[in-house]
């Protein structure tokens, strides 16, 4: 991995204080809703939502369930994917109907896998709402789509790879911004 | 063919001869389509010359198992074209079977097939059916058909069932000196199958043709010969057992001949899965789909490595007398369906003598051997005096081969109009470069 | 990697980590049968066409099951309505279903290797659903996935197919995939209905009666005994076939305690197998179909998911 060509935008500690704040902002606007769900998006989604869920739980006391969604089979890139399609499990033991959603992911960028999770989450029941909260908004969005929460905005170029390193499947925490030439082929982390 | 008194002198050749057994540097001098001369230099003024540079002469080759449609099924192959091809392979001699459609089970249709072969390269020999329409009941009129010139006797594609009636042919054929060639198989054992049945057709549910279904027929054939005390001839032996029963029946005596043909010698069931096992096939020409090709489908089917391995042996020490093709055109779109669906046969006058040559380079046979089962003894068999050698006052039929000359089979160049080999993109050493029947060229590559 | 082949043939030469990729992926599948909106967007816009020249009522509709649960469009086609029956041939067929343009076809076919020839003939994805007595891979695959819902797949557990394994793709499916998972398989059928050279197949334990294919093993597969081939002279009668190779209460307490009992459906009940062991709780033969809707999901979304080359 040629780190030099990696900026460094996140330490691990910023993470920490990032999904802090995220917390305790969905615990605030959602204070009077009864019916308040966290649904991650897999892989580094699901990851964050586990966070979130421990922060909300130690914070307040409240434990919200927690859902993961796989998102494969919603996408509308498929035919086009270059990389072999994996199709994860969703495991969304509860119901949506009348609840409210707070989908979770590591970056938003082109709005489409929110788009693909929206779908996915309306297939499964009739939410109250669905509320969106990502770690990173790297702009350039292809669709109507803006986050509730964010952690940190970071106006990429398309050319350029936002990256989200998480403890769970990548030993530590970090947000880098590298150009996308510069990607190794076998980078499996962050971004859509 | 003409009689002419052209004459051509071969110069500088390798003359290879079972009948005279001759291997040896010899200058072959044909005059009017017969062979005038044998020296080690001869000089001709009238005579065109042929530096032929160490090249090797030999008898033509003889085919007593060839199928050639016609009547009935031009579409797969005609007279004409089956004998291109034979020529374009070193035959020169054909033995066509009988079923054709009419069934070449009376004099009128013999007559026709000669009569179409008068403009033939190669010369044509009818064998007539067994039995008329070849039902398995009645004898055709064999006295009427040897006397329009049919010079043998099968009911080749089944067997005769009634042992009866196979008696009783047996019986009449020797009257007129004519073999009966048996295509041995029991019916019912044989069944549905498409396939040997062995290893492979255990693993890909293929209906398998056990080698019981040829060997018993074949035990009973040579027991009815040994029994009328006749001679016969068993078509294309698959296996090892068929090898042992007919090895057996000579050593006591027993008047019996046999061919294998050269798909039996080189190919064995894996081949049905995976043609291009064991072989390097030229990348343009390896076909699309290796597995399940039906151009491995034919009757008998492509045995186990241990019968060919048997073959092989026996074709050496002279238990199989004959190298036979079994030459059998179909069209593309006939074989271009299922498995099971698709016609037994495979064509092989245009690669045979090339894969005769590389038993040869595989030392399976001698050069003088190979004479034999590919000349000689084919025309013993079927009572041709003529020709199946070179010596002096025989036949002018003869194949010249560049034993080292590299090339590559691809159907899209044969003279046969079928395509069925199941030896496409096959890298050869060795091939008939110019023909002569009667001292006339009719092939030059 | 995964499984990234254009067209399913087959288990026979498909590597332990196809296997376990697809059976992977089939497990994702499975939730979505419990959702109360059981279809997914996955394969919209893509065209299936279940080419069926024999018979079959579930294998043809669990593919179509899992087709419209992909949100393809399903078409099928049997042989009755085709042309077929007018005489045209395989490849006429296809070429003219070609022409439609489906991005998978689905075909089940009496003869031995029409899938394979119709996969090298045309651009859409093929998924073999039977060729005559080779294979039906997507049965074995789903008959995994409902083993490794009991039993872990490896080395060590052993496996027992009985009945008429001659004519059998199931039988040859299923050996090829656990043979090359490594897993123990016996095989067991009256001997006019074993195929002749099977025992040198190199992993394959042949066993004269089902006594000793039992012994101990985990997990049963009982096949259906087609009752036509009587006529055949494979067997005397189905009372005799029942008596000595039938699975029945006394038989099952010879295999492990906690065996499972497979069948691929349909069952003739009282000749391969009794009610009372189908119907007990070791009979595992439902659960089989449900997996056979996920595992065909799966393959489907696997060929018809990936971009074109």
């Avoid at chain 1, 996915?120 to 509730?148: K, N, T, Y």
């Avoid at chain 2, 492979?200 to 398998?208: D, P, R, V, W, Y």
């Avoid at chain 2, 593309?332 to 040559?357: C, I, M």
Wanted: proline share 5%; net charge negative; glycine share 6%.
């Amino acid at each position: 991995m040629s780190e030099n060509k990696e900026n460094s935008v996140c330490s691990a500690q910023d993470v920490t204080q990032m999904l802090k704040r995220i917390a305790f902002e969905i615990a605030d606007r959602n204070s009077a809703s009864e019916k308040l769900v966290l649904i991650g998006v897999l892989t580094r989604g699901v990851s964050l939502a586990r966070r979130l869920q421990k922060i909300i739980s130690t914070a307040s006391g409240r434990e919200l369930p927690l859902g993961i969604l796989d998102i494969t089979l919603y996408r509308d890139d498929l035919s086009i994917a270059t990389h072999h399609p994996v199709v994860r499990k969703t495991e969304i033991p509860f119901s949506l109907d009348g609840v409210t959603v707070i989908l979770i992911d590591d970056v938003l960028y082109t709005g489409r896998t929110v788009r693909a999770a929206m779908d996915s989450l309306i297939d499964f029941g009739r939410p109250q709402s669905i509320q969106l909260a990502v770690l990173v908004d790297r702009g350039c969005h292809e669709l109507p789509i803006a986050a509730d929460f964010v952690g940190v905005r970071v106006p990429a170029s398309p050319q350029d790879r936002v990256m989200v390193r998480v403890a769970e499947s990548d030993g530590f925490d970090k947000v880098t911004v590298m150009p996308r030439n510069s990607i190794p082929q076998d980078s499996t982390s962050g971004e859509e | 063919m003409s009689n002419n008194n052209s004459s051509l002198l071969l110069k500088n050749a390798r003359l290879i001869d079972a009948g005279q057994n001759l291997d040896e540097k010899a200058d072959i001098l044909l005059v009017a389509g017969k062979v005038a001369e044998i020296g080690a230099s001869i000089n001709s003024t009238a005579a065109t010359v042929l530096d032929l540079d160490g090249a090797w002469v030999m008898p033509g080759a003889i085919d007593m198992h060839v199928h050639l449609r016609e009547p009935g099924f031009e579409h797969k192959e005609t007279i004409l074209t089956g004998a291109r091809a034979a020529v374009a392979g070193g035959f020169t001699s054909i033995a066509c079977m009988a079923n054709t459609k009419p069934v070449n089970d009376s004099a009128a249709v013999t007559r026709f097939i000669l009569e179409q072969a008068r403009l033939a390269p190669a010369k044509v020999l009818p064998i007539a059916a067994i039995s008329k329409g070849m039902q398995g009941e009645e004898l055709v009129e064999m006295g009427d058909l040897v006397a329009a010139g049919a010079v043998a006797f099968s009911e080749d594609g089944k067997t005769v069932a009634d042992s009866k009636l196979l008696r009783h042919a047996l019986e009449y054929a020797s009257l007129f000196n004519k073999p009966l060639l048996c295509h041995c198989q029991d019916n019912a054992l044989f069944a549905n199958g498409v396939i040997h049945e062995g290893v492979i057709s255990a693993a890909h549910g293929l209906e398998g043709i056990p080698t019981l279904a040829e060997d018993l027929d074949i035990a009973r054939t040579i027991m009815l010969a040994e029994y009328l005390d006749v001679p016969v001839h068993i078509c294309h032996v698959s296996s090892k057992e068929g090898v042992r029963l007919i090895k057996s029946a000579k050593e006591r005596g027993v008047k019996v001949t046999a061919e294998v043909t050269p798909h039996h010698l080189f190919l064995d069931e894996r081949a049905v899965v995976d043609l291009a096992y064991g072989e390097t096939l030229d990348e343009s020409l390896k076909p699309e789909q290796l597995c399940y090709n039906t151009a491995t489908k034919m009757s008998p089917p492509l045995r186990s490595a241990a019968d060919v391995s048997a073959l092989r042996q026996a074709l050496a020490d002279g238990t199989l007398d004959a190298i036979a093709t079994d030459h059998a055109p179909h069209e593309a779109t006939e074989k271009a369906v299922e498995y099971d669906l698709a016609p037994f046969g495979v064509v092989g006058l245009e690669t045979a003598v090339a894969l005769s040559l590389r038993l040869v380079q595989e030392k399976v046979l001698t050069p003088l051997e190979l004479s034999a089962r590919l000349s000689l003894t084919p025309a013993a068999i079927l009572g041709l005096d003529d020709r199946g050698t070179l010596a002096v006052g025989k036949a002018a039929d003869l194949m010249i081969i560049d034993p080292e000359l590299q090339w590559i089979v691809d159907p899209g160049k044969f003279y046969s109009k079928a395509r069925n080999t199941p030896f496409t993109g096959w890298q050869m050493s060795g091939r008939v470069i110019k023909t002569i029947v009667d001292g006339e060229i009719v092939f030059t590559l | 990697m995964g499984f990234k082949r254009k067209d399913l043939l087959g288990t026979r030469d498909l590597s332990a980590l196809e296997i376990r990729s697809l059976l992977e992926s089939a497990e994702s599948f499975k939730e979505i049968a419990e959702r109360p909106l059981k279809k997914v967007p996955a394969l919209r816009g893509k065209t299936v066409i279940n080419l069926f020249f024999e018979p079959s009522t579930r294998t043809r509709t669990s593919f179509e099951i899992a087709a419209k649960r992909l949100s393809a469009d399903a078409v099928n086609m049997s042989a009755s309505t085709s042309s077929v029956v007018k005489g045209e041939s395989l490849l006429d067929t296809v070429d003219n279903i070609q022409a439609m343009a489906p991005d998978i076809i689905v075909i089940r076919h009496k003869f031995v290797g029409a899938a394979h020839l119709i996969a090298g003939r045309v651009g859409a994805r093929v998924v073999n659903a039977g060729d005559g007595a080779n294979e039906h891979p997507t049965q074995a695959l789903l008959d995994l996935l409902t083993i490794s819902e009991h039993k872990k797949l490896e080395p060590g557990l052993t496996v027992a197919i009985i009945g008429d394994i001659a004519h059998s793709r199931v039988a040859r499916s299923n050996i090829w995939a656990l043979l090359t998972l490594g897993i123990t398989v016996r095989v067991c059928a009256p001997p006019t209905m074993l195929p002749r050279g099977l025992d040198k197949i190199p992993g394959v334990v042949v066993c004269a009666r089902p006594e000793a294919a039992l012994a101990g093993v985990d997990v049963v597969m009982m096949l259906r005994i087609q009752l036509e081939r009587q006529d055949r002279m494979l067997f005397p009668s189905i009372r005799d076939y029942a008596r000595i190779f039938g699975l029945n209460r006394q038989r099952l307490e010879l295999a492990a305690p906690d065996a499972i009992v497979m069948h691929p459906g349909p069952m003739n009940r009282g000749v391969e197998i009794t009610s009372e062991v189908a119907d007990s709780d070791r009979a595992v033969i439902l659960n089989q179909v449900s997996n056979g809707v996920a595992l065909r999901m799966a393959v489907l979304f696997l060929l018809g998911g990936q971009g074109h080359e």
